[in-house]
């Protein structure tokens, strides 16, 4: 066993993904005001140990695939007043990402004050 | 479960950015937790989980506090010492006169 992904990369650079709206317990790297929100796959990272295993002690293998992940400001926040082609960079897991044209609810609006 | 470290967004004062002095004892506590990376005991991830799993009025205390708590939970949970060891030499150092103010 050499750790590689078992399986190749799902997503290539500009496809729309939506972020896995879940809370599930144990150690995540998602954070809340991201999930269920849409975002631009800006890139593929490459291939890395799961930190969600390699936090309890468990070698994080097989690697999973990283992309980093673009989203507009404006979708994320619900009363974001700053430039509105405004973006954020996630680099997020390929387990937490899900097809844009998969069935999912509105995304959830973040409160910001 | 959204943890007490994931606060994104959510409502919270002003950012303090001035740079502070790093206090002798945190920079001996980098150093323990240097050395159980480098030495193969645990990974950053562990820490960042035994951080971000501490009770809220832990988590609250400041960076430095916060630190401190988490790698002493892991050396515990790694076998390494347990917290009544560590608190037996904190003792130990106070009563020699190392201990400082407090």
Redesign the interface.
């Given at each position: 066993m050499t750790g590689e992904p078992l399986t190749d990369p799902i997503f290539k650079t500009g496809d729309q993904v939506r972020i896995h709206d879940s809370n599930p317990p144990g150690h995540r790297r998602t954070p809340d005001y991201i999930k269920g929100k849409i975002g631009v796959i800006e890139r593929y990272c490459g291939a890395f140990v799961n930190p969600e295993e390699s936090a309890y002690g468990f070698d994080g293998l097989p690697k999973k695939h990283l992309y980093r992940v673009r989203f507009d400001q404006t979708h994320i926040w619900d009363k974001y007043d700053g430039n509105a082609s405004d973006t954020l960079d996630l680099e997020m897991y390929e387990h937490w990402l899900r097809p844009i044209n998969a069935a999912a609810p509105e995304p959830r609006k973040a409160i910001v004050q | 479960?959204?943890?007490v470290h994931?606060i994104?967004?959510?409502?919270a004062g002003p950012m303090i950015i001035e740079d502070h002095e790093m206090e002798p004892w945190f920079k001996l506590l980098n150093a323990i937790a240097g050395a159980m990376r480098s030495r193969g005991h645990?990974?950053i991830?562990?820490m960042?989980?035994c951080l971000?799993?501490l009770p809220q009025g832990v988590y609250d205390r400041g960076y430095a506090e916060r630190w401190s708590e988490a790698v002493c939970d892991l050396l515990e949970e790694k076998g390494l010492l347990t917290k009544a060891e560590v608190l037996e030499r904190i003792a130990e150092m106070r009563a020699a006169g190392g201990g400082g103010a407090s």
């Open positions: - | 479960m959204v943890g994931d994104g967004g959510l409502p645990t990974t991830h562990e960042r989980r971000e799993s």
